[in-house]
């Protein structure tokens, strides 16, 4: 049974700004830290943004500043802001849910999702 559902990803030009969301089942989504992670083609998997089931916000250094991870209790939805898109951005975009938020943080979670593309023109 599918538990994280993301969307949103799509083809931006360099500089506009992306939404992806991530829709989880009640019990994930009240009980997990989430978080987001990318993979670009032909390397590693990366930490983006995490957050905690207390309200703590982690972001990696490479979006600080441009990316913001929020959600929305009502819809148990996962929400990542992208803004200011770079090339380098270009990537699957996963969405992540652990018990807590350092074990999301460190690649180790319960549940993954699907992921969406998102894809940065220069």
């Known amino acids: 049974q599918v538990q994280l559902v993301e969307s949103g990803g799509g083809l931006v030009q360099a500089g506009g700004s992306l939404r992806l969301s991530c829709a989880a089942s009640?019990?994930?989504?009240?009980?997990?830290?989430m978080g987001w992670y990318r993979q670009a083609p032909g390397k590693e998997r990366e930490w983006v943004a995490a957050?905690?089931?207390?309200?703590?916000?982690y972001y990696a250094d490479s979006v600080k500043g441009r990316f913001t991870i929020s959600r929305d209790n009502a819809k148990n939805t996962l929400y990542l802001q992208m803004n200011s898109l770079k090339p380098e951005d270009t990537a699957m975009y996963y969405c992540?849910?652990?018990?807590?938020?350092?074990?999301?943080?460190?690649?180790?979670?319960?549940?993954w999702g699907q992921g969406t593309q998102v894809t940065v023109s220069s």
């Open positions: 009640g019990s994930i989504f009240s009980r997990n830290a």
């Open positions: 992540a849910a652990g018990e807590r938020v350092q074990n999301v943080m460190r690649g180790k979670y319960d549940y």
């Open positions: 957050r905690s089931t207390g309200g703590l916000i």
